[in-house]
């Protein structure tokens, strides 16, 4: 797989997922939106569809990693060139912050109306200092309960499974995969994470679905926007990341 397929099919791929993705979390949570407060379902399945829309996208041009832990995960298995990781990764960021982009540009007029509402400006000013700003939501995770070790936990399970399910297609087919069934598969189990493992954090379960956005977040123009809690950031950076690890170790141990 040459560097130009692996940068065209990354970036692509993960700014399409972050598009569809944090479009939902936009939907679901902007002042004006046909979707305002539809809820954690619609979350959930949002990001398996943004999950199997950029999947497919990608899948024959670079593999369809679109996360740094799968990336790490399948150079463990041996999937994947140790010296592609750094290409895969790079590229992975660079789309899911044109992805998040993207999202600004498709609600501006909603972003606008959110966070100029007197009730949400009020709302904000009567935070604690360190809250998240009124629509870091949208672009981001963050914990319902600050716990660091509960936190990076979730984080660091919920990858492992999302990891391990992906590394483990095709096991039942002599190892060839399940071509675009994968990405059916791997959408459904996102979605199942969400539904299960994602209440305490939001389940980034991917670095760059969270540092990406976050970036934008904090590059964006947008009035009374408020901070965007790096102190967190870390935690959906490191867990995936480590998950990622962890379920490649798995997958040596008990299937290769």
């Avoid at 065209?8 to 479009?23: D, F, M, S, Y």
């Avoid at 994470?193 to 679905?209: C, F």
Wanted: hydrophobic share 50%; net charge negative.
């Amino acid at each position: 797989m040459s560097s130009s397929h692996i940068f065209i099919g990354e970036t692509i791929g993960t700014a399409v997922l972050i598009l569809l993705g944090v479009g939902v979390c936009a939907a679901v949570t902007l002042k004006g939106s046909k979707a305002k407060d539809a809820g954690w379902l619609v979350v959930s399945f949002g990001w398996g569809f943004a999950v199997l829309t950029g999947a497919y996208l990608a899948s024959g041009v670079s593999g369809a990693h679109l996360n740094p832990a799968v990336t790490i995960g399948l150079a463990i298995k041996g999937g994947t060139e140790w010296p592609d990781v750094p290409l895969y990764l790079g590229s992975q960021l660079l789309g899911a912050m044109i992805g998040a982009a993207l999202v600004w540009v498709a609600y501006y007029g909603h972003f606008q109306a959110h966070l100029k509402d007197e009730a949400v400006i009020a709302e904000a000013a009567a935070a604690p200092k360190d809250a998240p700003g009124p629509v870091l939501g949208v672009f981001s995770t963050t914990a319902q309960i600050r716990n660091t070790v509960q936190n990076l936990g979730t984080e660091i399970i919920a990858t492992t499974v999302l990891v391990l399910a992906i590394l483990t297609q095709g096991l039942n087919d002599e190892g060839n995969g399940l071509g675009a069934l994968g990405a059916l598969i791997t959408a459904l189990v996102v979605v199942g994470i969400g539904l299960s493992l994602g209440g305490p954090t939001g389940y980034a379960i991917n670095p760059v679905r969270d540092l990406g956005p976050r970036l934008v977040h904090a590059a964006l123009p947008l009035p009374n926007k408020g901070g965007s809690a790096w102190e967190y950031a870390w935690i959906p950076v490191a867990g995936p990341l480590i998950g990622g690890a962890l379920a490649g170790g798995i997958y040596q141990l008990a299937f290769a």
